[in-house]
């Protein structure tokens, strides 16, 4: 692996543009920083759940953002209608596998919506990733737990068996599909200190990836961008209160040249 530059700055600012739509059926824990985190891009975030209206919201979309965090059997049918509403228009569908590993239900429930629906990019943390993959991992609630496997291979392996982009996060992000990898590593040890920094990611995923069909690129240059604005908010914080306040605003006055001569990446 080598360092590289991605040009994530141009995603950023057509995101500002076009303001794209990104629905979400999402962790009720989370949901309100999902959709901000989506807003301070200058997307447009709607949380629709009802199965009534999924199909039609997912029809006004530019990409899709499931998240398990919060599953019930009826929150996973209207993903399912979603999903495939999504599939029927060709948007990307992301999942966030928030909890996969944790119980027998939530895996279950993680694979029915893998096998009736394309998914475009799966996210998770490194134990998600692991049972998600086939392997026999155990998560703790919605935190990783320890997988002694190379996780690269893991993420590779989750790619070609459902033909998606996959990300692990982590202290190092993994983005890879079938032909790409991505190592990004930028962030802050605060990012672990408030609840909900996993689902904004997804969020942020979901955002570039209504503007670009690369989608380990999307993937890739979204976390570049989260990540260098934690970064950032990290050196103007006192705590993990702050630290939230500060990564909104960070974000939303996040500039080509920091993004430039902040990015870690390797590929």
């Known amino acids: 692996m080598k360092k590289i530059k991605i040009d994530a700055y141009p995603l950023l600012e057509k995101i500002r543009k076009e303001k794209p739509v990104v629905h979400h059926l999402t962790n009720w824990v989370t949901i309100y920083d999902c959709a901000n985190i989506v807003k301070v891009l200058g997307g447009s975030p709607v949380m629709a759940h009802a199965k009534e209206e999924v199909a039609q919201m997912a029809g006004l979309a530019s990409s899709l953002v499931l998240n398990i965090g919060t599953l019930t059997p009826e929150l996973i049918e209207a993903m399912k209608i979603a999903a495939s509403a999504a599939n029927k228009k060709g948007i990307p569908v992301i999942l966030d596998a928030c909890g996969a590993g944790a119980t027998s239900f939530r895996d279950k429930k993680s694979f029915e919506l893998l096998d009736e629906a394309k998914i475009d990019i799966i996210k998770g943390n490194a134990s998600e990733i692991a049972r998600i993959s086939g392997e026999g991992i155990r998560t703790k609630g919605v935190d990783a737990g320890r997988v002694n496997k190379d996780l690269v291979q893991l993420a590779k392996k989750l790619a070609l068996q459902r033909k998606c982009a996959v990300v692990v996060t982590g202290k190092e992000d993994i983005v890879v599909s079938e032909n790409n990898l991505y190592l990004v590593k930028n962030g802050h040890p605060m990012m672990a200190d408030v609840v909900g920094t996993g689902c904004m990611a997804a969020s942020v995923i979901g955002a570039f990836a209504a503007v670009e069909n690369d989608l380990t690129l999307a993937a890739a240059a979204g976390l570049v961008c989260f990540e260098i604005a934690a970064e950032c908010a990290a050196k103007k914080s006192l705590g993990p209160a ?23 990446v390797e590929g």
């Open 242 to 264: 702050s630290f939230k306040e500060k990564l909104f605003d960070c974000l939303y006055s996040l500039d080509r040249k920091t993004i430039n001569r902040l990015q870690k």
